[in-house]
């Protein structure tokens, strides 16, 4: 009998992985790892604005990535965003998540 070796893909990776197909979906940036990680670093150390809370593992930011204004979905218990909202999507989400 074989034993199954595939490995699961980590909730952290996945996340990665979506941001990284939002940013180009919303933003039209491709983003690398290294830029992942100076968002997370920006947000860490209070470069952004908290814009809210959404559960006590998510919450909003806004910074400035590449001279432009983004807003962030940000996981506090991995360290890292999860995706980024479309300029359109601000208000509707904010109205929501506050």
Not at 24 to 48: C, F, L, V
Not at 55 to 80: A, G
Not at 87 to 94: L, N, V
Request: aromatic share 6%; glycine share 4%.
């Amino acid at each position: 009998m074989s034993v199954n070796t595939k490995k699961r893909t980590q909730k952290k990776e996945t996340q990665r992985a979506h941001f990284r197909r939002r940013m180009y979906q919303r933003h039209g940036w491709r983003i690398t790892n290294n830029d992942i990680e100076e968002i997370s670093r920006a947000i860490r150390e209070g470069e952004s604005v908290c814009l809210g809370r959404q559960s006590l593992r998510v919450t909003l930011h806004r910074l400035t990535f590449n001279d432009k204004e983004i807003v962030v979905v940000y996981d506090t218990n991995r360290n890292q965003p999860v995706t980024v909202l479309a300029d359109d999507m601000t208000p509707q989400i904010m109205e929501e998540a506050l």
